[in-house]
């Protein structure tokens, strides 16, 4: 059994990723061993990263308490799927703000990207530059990462997408995870005795 974290990586209201979410997060569920959790940065009220220390040298020891519970959500995690809009061609500010916190904690746990937008795009340039902010923390991403481009268009309110490929698309990153997951698991493990 994998412990699965989604971060939902947008904070603004009436954002799509809530529609994203109830998808991703139906289909997570119907995953064979995994023990899926939402983590929505929209409820951490993490305040701008101001540490004197670095966090390579906190120790997973945090002064905010937002931060500690933010800690702890994720390095209960064995894998992560991201969930990420695309702000003027990149992550959105919490979300960076967020990984930027925490160092130890990320580390040999593999981690899927959604990156959507309501634009044709669907991420893509997010997705890239979250990919290498992830490598110099030791997080392997999935080869296959999904864009979702007009996302008002293709996942309704309540969490139903309509096109098939992208169905097929999500699925063949959950394997990916998945498999990395399983892999990981056991390194990580072994580097934690």
């Given at each position: 059994m994998i412990h699965v974290v989604i971060i939902v990586g947008s904070t603004r209201q009436h954002r799509l990723a809530?529609?994203?979410l109830k998808?991703?997060?139906?289909?997570?569920?119907?995953?064979?061993?995994?023990?899926?959790?939402?983590v929505d940065l929209k409820k951490y009220k993490l305040p701008i990263y101001d540490s004197e220390?670095?966090?390579a040298a906190m120790s997973e020891t945090y002064a905010d308490v937002h931060v500690t519970k933010w800690s702890r959500a994720v390095k209960q995690a064995d894998?992560?799927?991201f969930l990420t809009p695309e702000y003027n061609h990149g992550?959105?500010?919490?979300?960076?703000?967020?990984?930027?916190?925490?160092?130890?904690e990320w580390a040999d746990k593999p981690?899927?990207?959604?990156?959507?937008?309501?634009?044709p795009i669907g991420g893509a340039r997010a997705i890239e530059q979250l990919r290498n902010i992830l490598a110099t923390l030791a997080?392997?991403?999935?080869?296959?990462?999904?864009t979702i481009g007009k996302a008002q268009d293709i996942i309704t309110e309540s969490g139903e997408c309509k096109e098939i490929t992208l169905q097929n698309v999500?699925?063949?990153?959950?394997?990916?995870l998945d498999a990395w997951g399983k892999a990981m698991l056991h390194l990580h493990k072994e580097n934690n005795k």
């Open positions: 809530d529609r994203v998808w991703v997060h139906q289909e997570a569920q119907n995953m064979q061993k995994w023990d899926v959790q939402v220390t670095l966090p894998a992560f799927l992550v959105p500010a919490p979300l960076k703000n967020a990984i930027d916190w925490l160092y130890e981690a899927g990207i959604i990156g959507y937008s309501s634009s997080v392997p991403t999935v080869k296959t990462g999904l999500l699925h063949t990153e959950f394997t990916q």
